[in-house]
């Protein structure tokens, strides 16, 4: 499974930026059928979950470094996920890569395990 991501950039510190995750993996599969989440990795760092949203019910999860300013959500009219990402601070500077994972799955652990598919990865840099 393969997914083709689009958003991110370089941003100054307490700026927002959107990532989006595809409507279609590349097989032709609709993401609306998949749980969907985002990690990154930073330079020196092992790579991070970072949000997951289902595809049940909208249930989320988000790491601690980012809950309150990280919003994951889908758009089922675009058939799109979107990350929004508010009030950026320069150590959320990595790469950022889109995951594909069965419906049910909605804590860190079961995406860690039950991963079907990535994206390419995208920069986000937050400077001055």
């Known amino acids: 499974l393969r997914l083709v991501e689009s958003g991110g950039g370089l941003v100054l510190p307490g700026n927002s930026l959107r990532r989006s995750c595809p409507a279609s993996?590349?097989?032709?599969?609709?993401?609306?059928?998949?749980?969907i989440g985002w990690y990154r990795q930073s330079p020196g760092k092992d790579r991070e979950p970072v949000a997951v949203?289902?595809?049940?019910?909208?249930?989320?999860a988000y790491a601690d470094s980012v809950r309150g300013r990280f919003t994951i959500y889908r758009d089922n009219a675009r058939n799109a996920v979107y990350l929004q990402m508010n009030a950026l601070k320069t150590e959320d500077t990595a790469v950022y890569y889109c995951?594909?994972?069965?419906?049910?799955?909605?804590?860190?652990?079961?995406?860690?395990?039950?991963?079907?598919?990535w994206g390419q990865g995208t920069q986000v840099t937050v400077s001055s």
């Open positions: 949203i289902d595809s049940r019910d909208g249930f989320t």
């Open positions: 993996t590349a097989s032709g599969s609709s993401t609306n059928r998949y749980a």
């Open positions: 995951v594909a994972a069965p419906m049910w799955v909605r804590t860190f652990l079961a995406l860690r395990q039950e991963v079907v598919g």
